[in-house]
């Protein structure tokens, strides 16, 4: 194994990351999957950057509508992190919601709701409470509460989401504003 092969993993996902910026994902999966496979070969399975180049590879997936390897991808990611991060850590919460968002895209609203509900449940005791983060958790189960046609309670999570983001962005902020947005939508509903 040439001394330089950790190096050369490196390289293939900088370069994935790069053509992920420019929304070129079918090059960016492929410098993904070469990093990844020198990584397979060189770390141990519970290694923390293995658990990062699954969930890069599992957001191209979900970016490509391929949701079934997406999803299998961010598990992968969220299973290692579980095995090796305490469980109140924000990069789990982050893997949690992942999941969530391709459940979301695939029409499972309950599971997809379980998910963020997990990210939610692990931000509120690591994250302070005005962070945007948080923000988009509330936004998410509010989301999910909507598809499944609970109006009230997708209503009291979008409000949360709204409530954080006039605390802690700018006023004309991109997600402040899909924020007010679901907010409005969901409010037409209930009405």
């Not at 490196?10 to 990093?35: P, R, W």
């Not at 997936?61 to 390897?69: D, N, Q, R």
């Not at 046609?149 to 997708?154: F, L, M, N, T």
Request: aromatic share 10%.
């Amino acid at each position: 194994m040439p001394s330089n092969y950790p190096s050369l993993a490196v390289s293939f996902n900088d370069i994935g990351t790069v053509y992920e910026k420019m929304n070129k994902y079918t090059q960016a999966l492929l410098h993904y999957e070469k990093g990844l496979e020198i990584q397979q070969a060189i770390l141990p399975s519970n290694n923390p950057s293995l658990a990062s180049s699954y969930s890069h590879i599992g957001y191209i997936y979900e970016k490509s509508g391929e949701y079934t390897e997406a999803l299998s991808f961010h598990e992968k990611a969220l299973e290692i992190r579980q095995t090796i991060l305490p469980l109140n850590n924000s990069t789990i919460a982050y893997s949690h919601n992942n999941v969530g968002s391709v459940y979301e895209k695939m029409d499972e609203y309950s599971k997809a709701l379980l998910s963020h509900e997990k990210a939610l449940e692990i931000q509120q005791k690591t994250l302070p409470s005005k962070y945007p983060d948080l923000a988009q958790s509330y936004s998410s189960i509010g989301y999910a509460y909507g598809k499944m046609c609970q109006y009230s309670k997708a209503r009291q999570y979008h409000q949360r989401a709204v409530d954080i983001g006039q605390q802690s962005l700018p006023p004309n902020h991109p997600r402040l504003q899909q924020w007010r947005k679901n907010l409005e939508y969901i409010e037409r509903r209930c009405n």
